[in-house]
């Protein structure tokens, strides 16, 4: 059984608006149990715990180095087919990409379930959904709002790290 309590939200600077970034005692553990995209008008939260604030110092070396890895506990979530979906996308290294067809053929799914697994990741930037693509180019992010706000995100991070 999992008790949650708790939680707490800050909201750190990134160079592409701001990061939403939550954090629960979960079964005795300080966890992230969730990371926003947020517009740069989103007010700033300083973080107050040691883990918001070593996962900010982790997102500002990321900032500054696309092939820095994150090293932070994220509280367990998502369904087994999400699980498959998220922890494939590990595997994508740093200037990479790889189809959602590509994934769905690894984990024995198709392409629109990953797609919307990857719009359900609760740990952007962490589980690098952003390195995603469709095979007739960069395809949709959380959600489908191209052209928008997320589609932006995504844009900025794979020329972060060499891709675009």
């Known amino acids: 059984m999992t008790i949650s309590t708790s939680a707490e939200y800050c909201v750190i600077p990134a160079p592409f ?14 966890m992230i149990s969730k990371i926003d995209y947020l517009p740069p008008g989103a007010t700033l939260i300083t973080p107050k715990n040691a883990l918001a604030k070593a996962f900010s110092k982790q997102c500002a070396q990321y900032f500054k180095d696309a092939a820095f890895l994150f090293d932070v506990p994220l509280k367990p979530a998502g369904t087994v087919h999400q699980q ?15 189809t959602y067809g590509e994934i769905a053929q690894e984990i024995k799914s198709g ?24 095979a007739q180019g960069l395809g949709g992010f959380m959600k489908e709002d191209a052209p928008g706000f997320y589609r932006q995100v995504k844009i900025w991070l794979l020329k972060h790290e060499g891709v675009l």
């Open 111 to 134: 392409p629109r379930a990953v797609g919307t697994a990857c719009g359900a990741n609760p740990y952007p930037l962490v589980t690098p959904c952003h390195r995603v693509i469709s």
């Open 17 to 30: 608006g701001r990061l939403g970034v939550q954090t629960e005692l979960v079964d005795g553990s300080l």
């Open 84 to 98: 498959k979906v998220w922890n494939a996308t590990l595997g994508i290294g740093v200037g990479k990409t790889s």
